[in-house]
């Protein structure tokens, strides 16, 4: 009983400024029992989070920083992309509304396919920055994960460009992967376990 209270008060509380619920399920995953994860609904914050930076990194400092602000709690934000090397790292930033703005995950895997039909590299890689602001410090975490896009769809799990991406060194795309699966090596993984080891 005693130990089971000590973690409980030892549980670091933080909110997760995201609206998206398989990146809740995912980070709950890695993230295991050290934390409490706060929803951006119990802080009160109902508005969109202003995401207008050029960069994942302005991003996801942006997003940290507006709730940090109207909130005061400690947070942390993430903005991911999927960078396309043939493509100039396209969609990057835009990734979530590249084929426009009904931001649907769908419409976004066939724009790319389109637009890579008539390449030879087909390298991309997934990469995710997550800004944390606890008591007003600021501190960024970057994670990263190669592979390539195939040319066609492939699982039916996962979100986004998960269908067409296979990690080097795998012969699935994430979207035939387990959760626990991806969980283990995705660009959200590695940032977040960089977040992790920080809050020690
Ligand atoms: P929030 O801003 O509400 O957190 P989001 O959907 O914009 O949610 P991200 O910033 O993490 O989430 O990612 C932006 C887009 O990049 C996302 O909509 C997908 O199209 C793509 N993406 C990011 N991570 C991905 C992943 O693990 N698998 C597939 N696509 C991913």
């Known amino acids: 009983m005693r130990g089971l209270f000590t973690l409980k008060i030892m549980k670091t509380k933080l909110c997760f400024a995201t609206n998206n619920a398989h990146k809740l399920e995912e980070i709950q995953a890695i993230l295991g029992n050290s934390f409490e994860l706060i929803s951006l609904a119990e802080t009160g ?3 969109e989070l202003p995401e ?6 302005a991003n996801s400092l942006q997003k940290a920083q507006y709730l940090y602000d109207h ?13 396309v090397y ?3 790292g396209e969609p990057g930033v835009d990734s979530a509304h590249y084929a426009g703005p009904q931001r649907s ?13 008539d390449k030879i590299d087909r390298s991309a890689q997934f990469r995710t ?9 600021i501190n960024q975490f970057e994670g990263s994960i190669k592979g390539q896009i195939i040319d066609e769809l492939k699982g039916s799990k996962g979100f986004g460009y998960d269908p067409v991406f296979v990690p080097d060194g795998y012969e699935t795309t994430f979207a035939e ?18 977040l992790v080891k920080f809050l020690g």
Do not use: P, W, Y
Request: with cysteine.
């Open 52 to 57: 207008t930076g050029n960069t994942l990194e």
């Open 45 to 47: 914050c109902k508005e």
């Open 105 to 117: 995950h769908a419409d976004n895997v066939n724009l790319l396919l389109k637009n890579l039909a």
């Open 86 to 88: 043939a493509l100039g």
């Open 129 to 137: 920055v997550i800004t944390l602001i606890q008591d007003g410090e």
């Open 177 to 194: 992967m387990s959760l626990e699966e991806k969980g283990k090596i995705s660009h959200r993984a590695r940032a977040f376990a960089k």
């Open 71 to 83: 909130s005061q709690v400690n947070c942390f934000a993430d903005d991911s992309g999927l960078e």
